[in-house]
């Protein structure tokens, strides 16, 4: 079983949907989470941390539960510009950032 | 200020032929790694340096890959012989101190595109 597992998608969405990504993660003892979007041909930049209490950045709002150890994002009134890959992103007990496959978002007019 | 830089961007050679890629870091970042991303799936950690020392190899195929860091600033990771298999974007990132584990904010560089044929 992988660290991180995402659902790769794709998923195809028209303008103003709301779209909802998730993550799994073992390792019971992880202790940071993050989002990371990555354009096409593109390195990965961070999106946002994910914080117990979830938190909100705009039209972005992402979720923590750690006793399902799930993870999620969830992007409100999609734009063109949100197209690209969503990496969720766990900290583990060891310190290594463990990068999960990438859900792919293709928002169409 | 200037990223995380990276080179070549691309590189296209034979198996069995060595190759190499450079990595400089953002100016001050002591902390530096090197990823590999295969199409389709998320960044795999290779190696991670804290200055020149290399804290965490556990995932870097020693048969075949090493890399330095040798002055705690640019950095070098080299495939000799590369296979088939070693196909991929090859990712540099660096961050402050340990702070990248805490931030998540991991600085990355373009990568270099290799293709082995």
């Known amino acids: 079983r992988k660290e991180v597992e995402q659902d790769p998608g794709p998923f195809n969405v028209p303008e103003g949907a709301t779209v909802a990504f998730n993550c799994t993660y073992s390792?019971?003892?992880?202790?940071?989470f993050f989002w990371y979007r990555q354009d096409c041909r593109k390195e990965p930049k961070l999106l946002m941390s994910v914080y117990s209490s979830g938190n909100e950045d705009g039209r972005f709002t992402a979720q923590l539960n750690r006793a399902s150890q799930y993870i999620s994002l969830l992007i409100r009134d999609s734009k063109l510009s949100d197209s690209a890959t969503y990496l969720c992103?766990?900290?583990?007990?060891?310190?290594?950032?463990?990068f999960g496959q990438g859900t792919e978002l293709s928002v169409k007019p | 200020e200037a990223g995380v830089v990276q080179s070549p961007r691309y590189k296209i050679i034979e198996k069995k032929q060595p190759v190499a890629f450079w990595c400089n870091p953002i100016?001050?970042?002591?902390?530096l790694y090197w990823y590999r991303q295969n199409l389709g799936q998320g960044p795999e950690l290779l190696i991670r340096y804290e200055n020149e020392e290399a804290v965490d190899d556990s995932q870097l195929p020693k048969d075949r890959f090493s890399a330095e860091r040798l002055k705690g600033v640019d950095s070098t990771l080299k495939i000799q012989p590369a296979e088939l298999g070693d196909s991929a974007v090859y990712l540099c990132?660096?961050?402050?101190?340990?702070?990248?584990?805490?931030?998540?904010?991991?600085?990355f560089g373009e990568g270099s595109r290799l293709t082995v044929l």
């Open positions: 100016s001050g970042h002591n902390t």
């Open positions: 990132a660096s961050s402050l101190g340990t702070s990248g584990f805490n931030t998540g904010e991991l600085f």
């Open positions: 992103v766990v900290n583990n007990q060891g310190g290594k950032l463990i």
């Open positions: 390792n019971s003892a992880s202790q940071s």
